[in-house]
């Protein structure tokens, strides 16, 4: 019978990969079949590029310590968004009037410490994700040091 | 309606099909592992797209957590399958005194880490680290890395406290973020490292 | 059933629908035995049984977690209690199915905290069968589209309006009645009671435990056929309620008498098969409905 | 589509661009979060027995100290994840919370030194993982065709509607979290000692289930 065959697939968890992809696989093609997809112009925290910048692609305008404005949801909230952003340490300062690629590298990040938006504005995902981080790394340095 | 933004996720989907239906063939445990790396990288597209800076702020978390789950599952791989000799061995450095240089260079890229900082600085300091510990052969101390990590983490969300509530203070979470994820990143790199290193008994 | 009381009342009402739901699981398994030809309990008995082990010796076994142990029955007389609450102000349906589908944690609970095999089994089982709340939310998505609101009292209104909902959804309906009937004793999808493992997960409890799962029982009978009514029917002045929760018992022992116990992962790809059909009815609901 | 799925937001809590919000549903969800956590919290793992069927043989499972702390920080980690999935009011930081469950779910059964369990944990953590996929990509379109991830502008209806597609993939992203029917590995995962922590493993993904029908309502 089809239902004894259905649940002896199920049952085994060897097969619930296959079928997880599987189910995606379906959902991706249904997504190709229901494109186009409308994107809306109004986007929080749009992206401008400067090209003449020292910090292109990762410049947000500003110069250190002064406030540049950032299309946030909740402006109220975060208010002193866009101060954190133009803050670069000594070195990436140094760097950056030195030369031309700093925005290449990572280490010009705007700040050279932490991503503005990702930090202030939405604090609670970077929260979330540097947890993420810890906990996986609790699980292998302990099935490690165990086993 | 067909503008750029519905091109590029054709693109994507299209590369989702092809490694989900990969995935969705694989047998084996280990190849399941290394093409759901793969997979993730659609994740990391489809956030892309967006195109603002929100974007950007959206991949680093999808990304770390695509990473922090390989890194335990590889783990649980290793137990499951019963791997214990890796064929990964210490660093063996032509030097007359062998505990020494590869100290040295340490603290050079620990100290330059931190003249860097951020997420790069936590990069090259947690570099020289490893270093360190896969060219010496004694037994450290885990739990001391383990309560490392706990503490820049700690840090890190302090910081974050006191941006959501204190904003005047700004200034302050900033430079508690700075040594948040550069004490976080260097425990880090430094534990893969002490993992990778020759097994202890 | 929607009228507002006092503190007092609740309590009074919270108890008549204890021993009623009680009330209607004794019928149910006098029904059961009736058709099988064996002359059954009286329809008191699990009443009966439900008083009788409030007075019995308790205890909690030695390789038990003392805490979980005792701390899952306060839980399920909690969640359905609130469950109740929620019916008779005419809150959200989404607070009560959540509630229903919570349910199956009290399972897992009451199935692993005493560390018996037997209790573990039906525990486990209980995780196997995590497909039967699944037709619920697609039921609930149809009446969404319907009726625009999943507040008990704008559905009851609605039905009011227009008429039941039984006719205007009928497969909605069949799928909470299957859902419904998962959750019924002696059922072809009661896996986890199932004989095999002496009374499934709840193999362990005894006493006061036992009790307090009883009363719990007893509401949750209650609380979901008085929600089928509500949902599919609309507002019913008391005794057409009970007479409605009668005729449903009726029907729903029916189905369990005549119908064998399926093997836990035939009943989970069953109730996914129902899934499936639902989805597709309540993707035409909403092409149909919604233009 | 739907006037205020889980009724009327009771309490909004500012963070930044994220809020955290209460309604009766979330408030509902977010109770019983808390109170499995402060159970896994307090009480002991209990001794699970094996008995030898067909003989009189039966032996207790033992847990050590070391492996039940390890265990417990992982399900009370699991509990603080799904609370935080319950009164999330960001459609991303949701799809977070719903990853951390996922691996904290893992954490929970991998220190469990029986092969069975770890295999059924490695599968699970597989499907977790891959789950991030349409879970991260359904809150990106969400982002590029409402221009917002907040769930209350969402409810508000002040932004464009959410395709369905965004819908779905953020569906069978919670669904592979551990729903029916990608649930065999973690039901095996259930034969694991232990019975506070495991049962923490379906409460959350059952939590988040419920949270996920909310959300997707709501657009």
Sequence with gaps: MIIRKISHFLCNYENIMPLFAGACLLLFIAGILLLPLPYSEKQLYPKTFDRNSSLDPYDRGGPPFTQVSIVSQYPENSPTAGLVTSYLTPFSLFLSQVTMHLGTTIVAHPGGIIDEILYNTRGLDTVVEATILFIAFAIASYIYRKV | ?201 | ?291 | MIDLVGGVPLYILEFGDELVYLTPYTITLFLLALTFTVLALISQPEKQIDIAFGGDAYRAKEISVDEMRFRRFMAIACGLATMGAMVTGDIFNFTLFTAMVGITNVGIVAAVKSPHVQDAAYQYGLVALAATVPLFAGAAVYAAVTGSLSMIELMKGTVPAVPLIAKGMLMLGVIGEGMAPFYAAKAEMFRAPGAPYVIMCSLSSLLIFLRVVEIIMLG
């Design chain 3, 1 to 291: 059933m929607t009228s507002r009381s006092s503190g007092t009342d609740m309590i009074a009402e919270l108890l008549i629908a204890t021993f009623f739901g009680l009330l209607l699981l004794g019928i149910h398994r006098k029904i059961i035995a009736r058709i099988q030809r064996r002359p059954g309990p009286p329809i008191w008995q699990e009443i009966l049984h439900m008083l009788k082990f409030s007075f019995k010796t308790t205890w909690i076994p030695k390789t038990a977690s003392p805490v979980l142990f005792v701390g899952v029955v306060l839980i399920a007389i909690g969640i359905w209690t609130a469950a109740f609450y929620v019916l008779i102000s005419g809150g959200s349906l989404l607070v009560i199915f959540g509630i229903y589908m919570l349910h199956k944690i009290v399972e897992h609970g009451f199935g692993l905290s005493s560390g018996s095999p037997y209790s573990k089994y039906g525990g486990v089982r209980s995780v196997i069968s995590a497909a039967s709340e699944l037709p619920l939310f697609v039921s609930v998505a149809v009446i969404a589209v319907y009726t625009r609101s999943l507040d008990l009292s704008a559905i009851m209104y609605y039905q009011q309006v227009h008429g039941p909902l039984l006719i205007i959804a009928f497969p909605a309906a069949c799928a909470m009645f299957i859902v419904i009937l998962s959750k019924m004793p002696f059922g072809p999808f009661s896996i986890v009671e199932a004989k095999e493992l002496v009374s499934g997960y709840k193999t362990e409890h005894f006493g006061i435990w036992r009790a307090g799962l009883e009363i719990c029982n007893g509401l949750k009978t209650y609380v979901l056929i008085a929600v089928f009514l509500a949902v599919f029917i609309g507002p019913l002045s008391l005794p057409w309620l009970l007479v409605g929760m009668i005729l449903m018992i009726v029907i729903l022992a029916f189905a369990c008498a005549v119908t064998p116990m399926m093997s836990p992962f035939d009943s989970v790809t069953i109730q996914m098969l129902v899934t499936a059909l639902m989805l597709v009815y309540a993707a035409i609901v909403l092409m149909v409905v919604q233009p």
């Design chain 2, 1 to 201: 309606m067909w503008a750029q933004y519905s091109y590029g996720i054709l693109v994507i989907m299209v590369a989702a099909v092809i490694a989900f239906y990969a995935l969705a063939r694989e047998r084996d445990d280990l190849h399941k592992l290394l093409l759901l790396d793969l997979v993730e990288i659609v994740a990391l597209g489809i956030i892309a797209m967006l195109g603002t800076d929100l974007a950007e702020a959206l991949i680093l978390p999808g990304l770390t957590v695509g990473i922090a789950e390989l890194l335990a599952l590889s783990q649980i791989y290793c137990t499951k399958e019963g791997i214990r000799n890796r064929p990964v061995m210490g660093l063996n450095i032509e030097v007359i005194t062998k505990s020494d240089a590869p100290l040295i260079l340490s603290i050079f890229l620990v100290a330059y880490g931190m003249v860097l900082s951020g997420f790069t600085g936590g990069g090259v300091a947690g570099l020289g680290l490893v270093f360190l510990f896969i060219s010496r052969t004694y037994r450290n101390d885990l739990n001391l890395l383990e309560m490392a990590s706990g503490i820049s983490w700690a840090i890190w969300i302090f910081a974050f406290f006191v941006f959501m509530f204190l904003p005047q203070y700004w200034f302050v979470a900033l430079m508690g973020a700075a040594i948040g994820i550069l004490l976080k990143v260097t425990v880090k790199m430094s534990l893969v490292g002490t993992m990778w290193g020759k097994q202890h008994d």
